[in-house]
Every structure is written in C-alpha cells, then in structure tokens.
C-alpha cells in the first residue's frame, strides 16, 4: 500500500472541513429524505439517524480533531541491534483497507473515514439503508476532497448493497480486505462472524450492568444509574441492569425508592424474583435471555445479588462486555470488582457514559472494540495501526 504523506492527508481533511461547512444544508436536505422515508418504529435508530446543523459541526470538529493528531504511522515502537549485526527495528503500519459495517448514523461516515485515512488505510463504508441518502451525500464530499488533494477516491468508498449481496462480498469479496468492523447489535455481528474471510473486529454491543454494593452512597447511585440510563438510550454504552446488593441498609426501601425514581423518569422495569418479592407490581423476568439483552430503550432490569463475588459472577455470565460500574464506599471492594469484570471499561462510582473516545480524551473514535485482540475499548487513530519489523543486515545467513 501507498504510504501518504502527512501533509498531503492533513490537506485533504483540511479540504474536507471546508466542503463540509460549504455543503452542510445540502447534507441536511438529504437527511431529511431519509428521515421522511423512516417508520418510527425504532426510537434509538431514529435518534442515531437524525443529522442537523449541530451535528455537521461535530462532524467538522472531528476532522479537525484528527487532523491535529500525530500520525500514527511509521512511529517507531522498538529498536535493537543483535550480536550477529542485524539491527531490526518495529514499526507501526496501515492495515491496508478496513471495512466498517454500520446501522444508521450517518456521523459515522464522516468519523470512521477520517481516523482510517488519516492512519493510511482505505475505508468500505457499509451504511445501513436507513441512511441512504445523507450517506451519499457525505461520500461525495470525501470524493471532492480527495480529488482536491490529487487522490484517487478508492481510498474512502460507499458500498450500497442488501443483505444477499453483502453476504456474498463477505463471502468472496472482489478485492483484499484486512480487517472488518461490525457496528451494530448481535445478530449484525453473528452475521459479520458468520461470514467473513478475514479478521472481524467486534464492537457495538452493549447490555451494560451497575452494581449497587451495601457500602455505596444511595443519592449517588440514584444520580449515576438516571444518567447512564437516560441520558442517551440509543448509545451502547447506556445502562440496562441494576443489581442491588440485599446487604445494602434499608434493602426494601430503596429498592421501591429506586423504582419509584425511575418511573417517575419514564423507565419500565423488569426484576428477578428476589426484588418481585419486594417489588411485587413489576413483571417477574421468566426468560434467563433478557439478561443478555443490550435494550437501546427506556427500559431497565434489577436484580438482587448476595454480595460482591455474586454480582461479578452475574456480570460476567449476561454482560456484553462492553461497560460496568460499581456504586462503593469500599475501596477494596471497587478494585476487586474492577479486576475481576470481564468489560472493555470498568468504572467505580461514575457512569457508564463514559466509554466513548471523546469522553475518554482518546479523540475522534471507530467504534468501542469488545475484543481482546489487537485492541480493547475506544478504537481511536492510534489503534487503526498494526506493526511490522523491519531488518537491516549485511549479507547475514542463519546457522
């Protein structure tokens, strides 16, 4: 693969802000086609499709955010030199081309195009159909951009492709793919899995937990719980379990004040037959899969659990392994807990919100990796990279 020089891939973002701050009624237009052509029968994926004058800014800022940022390619990760004369040096390199495969939002076109071209990768953007017309729109301003700069518009391309077809470039894809990124919820993952030749990356999946142990400040709790709950249901890092320890004092009472607060903010709860026997209005989870269910809705579980090494246990069997929170005054408790969770972020007192590239200070991100290969959480610029050795000899032969 080409390897760009900075200067010329800092030009063709600079080229993108321009276009895009220029273009940003007709990208605004085009997104009112889509929203128009929507069935709002899926809130959160309503939410993620929405484009306005405020979120072309955002898109803006995030070019700008990455075009600020150090290449990541070619930066030296180690160098030695052996006793036979061989110095070998690694260093950080493109994947090649990355696919990213996503439902709705378009901001993604614009956030998954810039870090991957920004770390020298070309990019098959796979947007859901939902968003046909605003990601067309935004493709044609990457193409204008790259053309700006003398570049070929390979390097950032839509694919508009049903689900056979997609299956079928899974399958046998015309041209070498490196890496592929599902975006979305399980059964595009599975589906991803299913299917592809070369290395998937998982990321999307939410079906986050809090635990509440007895030590935990309960006016805390009720605060982080309402913001990782509602604050954005559509995110994959929202909140859709709560376990409460039964030590806690006043067990009973705060749990119908728990249910009550939530209500009274528009959640419907599900609960386990411990909190119905306290909770006794609330429909009783008879199916063990809703635990592993990531709910993108107003909508909430909780459990009661005896104790720290229970809530663990539960987490790691349903979790997604996406984002975790413990409500502790104990400090012990929190690092246990902390190291024992399975999740790509774990937190101690604070929201799940959190796990997200900007909020991270990590920057513009792809995606929130749960895998534990090559990388784990926010997927930023410096992630899109993998390594490769270089060897330097002097006409060395191995014995």
Known sequence: MKILDTEIKNNVLKSMISILDKDRNKIVEAN??????????????????????KKVDDMIASVKEVMGQE?????????????????IKNKTAPF??????????????????????????????????EAYHSNKVLEAC????????????????LLIMDRKQTQA????????????????????????????????????????????????DWKKSLNVILNAKTQKISACNALD????????????????????????????ILVDEKTGSVLGERSI?????????????????????DGLEDAIEKINTYSGGHSTSIMTSDKDAAVKFMEQVDSAAVYHNASTRFTDGGAMGVGAELAISTDK??????LGLEQLVTNKYYVYGDGQVRV
Not at 76 to 84: A, G, V
Not at 373 to 378: A, E, F, S, V
Request: with cysteine.
């Open 96 to 129: 090649g081309t990355i696919m990213i495969i996503y439902e709705s939002r378009p901001d993604v076109t614009i956030e998954a195009a810039v870090l991957a071209f920004k770390a020298n990768n070309k990019i098959l953007l796979k947007g859901g159909k």
């Open 373 to 378: 290969l090559h990388h784990r959480g926010p």
């Open 142 to 157: 990457w193409h204008r951009a790259l053309e700006e700069n003398g570049l070929d518009t390979d390097w950032i391309r």
């Open 241 to 268: 379990k709560i376990l409460i320890d039964s030590a806690i004092p006043d067990y009973p009472e705060k749990l119908k004040e728990l249910d009550t607060f939530l209500t009274k903010n528009g959640v419907s």
């Open 71 to 87: 290449d990541p390619v070619g930066k030296l990760k180690s160098n030695r030199t052996l006793e036979n004369g061989l110095e």
């Open 169 to 216: 470039f899974l399958k046998n894809p015309p041209e070498k793919l490196d890496l592929i990124v599902p975006r979305g919820g399980e059964r595009l993952i599975a589906f991803v899995k299913e299917h592809a030749q070369c290395a998937v990356l998982v990321s999307g999946r939410g079906n986050n937990f809090l635990y509440v142990d007895a030590t935990a």
């Open 32 to 53: 009112k086609k889509d929203l128009d052509l929507f069935k709002k029968d899926d809130q959160a994926l309503y939410d993620r499709l929405v484009v306005t004058d």
């Open 285 to 305: 989870i008879t199916d063990e899969s809703v635990w592993k269910e990531e709910f993108l809705a107003m909508k909430c579980c909780i459990g009661t659990v």
